[in-house]
């Protein structure tokens, strides 16, 4: 493993709040389906309904897809292995 000028801060299991983002995207898009459709058209609607229902559906369900958010800082020139991150 390279030596990094990273260390990890935060690192959260977020499938939860993706999953609620998703699924509320969704009722957003099918609450504007005929704006959206006379727009964009009815393939392109299909797909990201698809794609965001889909992706509410593995989040939520059995956790089959995983969301996590990383936060790193800087180490100030001092490589991860000084940290003890190896």
Same mark, same amino acid.
């Given at each position: 493993v390279d030596a990094s000028d990273f260390e990890v801060q935060t690192l959260v299991n977020d499938r939860h709040s993706y999953f609620l983002t998703a699924?509320?995207?969704? !009722?957003?898009?099918e609450s504007n389906r005929t704006a959206l459709t006379s727009?964009?058209?009815? !393939? #392109?609607? !299909? #797909?990201?309904?698809?794609?965001?229902?889909?992706?509410?559906?593995?989040l939520g369900s059995d956790g089959s897809l995983e969301a996590y958010r990383m936060v790193l800082r800087r180490t100030r020139g001092k490589p991860s292995h000084w940290l003890g991150l190896d």
């Open positions: 699924q509320e995207w969704a !009722r957003r898009l727009q964009y058209g009815d !393939r #392109l609607y !299909r #797909l990201f309904h698809l794609y965001l229902s889909a992706t509410a559906f593995d």
